[in-house]
């Protein structure tokens, strides 16, 4: 059974820190490019970051660039986001997924998704 399950995901004051993990299992993620995405309440699931399968590149959101940085170990078949400085603005669930195609901002490229990892921030 091919999953990817995010944890790591907390309520926090704004300008604590977090770190999510995603473990990988099932299949060889280590190809893939991985993302996280995050979704708050009423709002469209957004992109966060992303990173190719040898951390060669990475892409980040601009409302997280400078505060959070993407990160994989595929011996451990795991990606990590480092969140900093967190607000109240990052608050949302945060999803994990997993792309055989490309390193891209765009949810429709990938392929395995996460269930989730609720993220609070609170003022």
């Known amino acids: 059974q091919v999953q990817l399950v995010e944890s790591g995901g907390g309520a926090v004051q704004a300008g604590d820190s977090l770190r999510l993990t995603c473990a990988g299992s099932?299949?060889?993620?280590?190809?893939?490019?991985m993302g996280w995405f995050r979704q708050a309440p009423g709002k469209e699931r957004e992109f966060v970051a992303t990173?190719?399968?040898?951390?060669?590149?990475?892409y980040y959101g601009d409302s997280v660039k400078g505060r959070f940085t993407i990160s994989r170990d595929n011996a451990k078949k795991a990606v990590y986001l480092q969140m900093n400085n967190l607000k109240p603005e990052d608050t949302a669930v945060y999803y994990c997924?997993?792309?055989?195609?490309?390193?891209?901002?765009?949810?429709?490229?990938?392929?395995?998704w996460g269930q989730g990892t609720q993220v609070t921030v609170s003022s």
């Open positions: 099932g299949r060889d993620f280590s190809r893939d490019a």
């Open positions: 997924a997993a792309s055989e195609r490309a390193t891209s901002r765009s949810d429709r490229i990938y392929d395995y």
């Open positions: 990173i190719s399968w040898s951390a060669g590149i990475t």
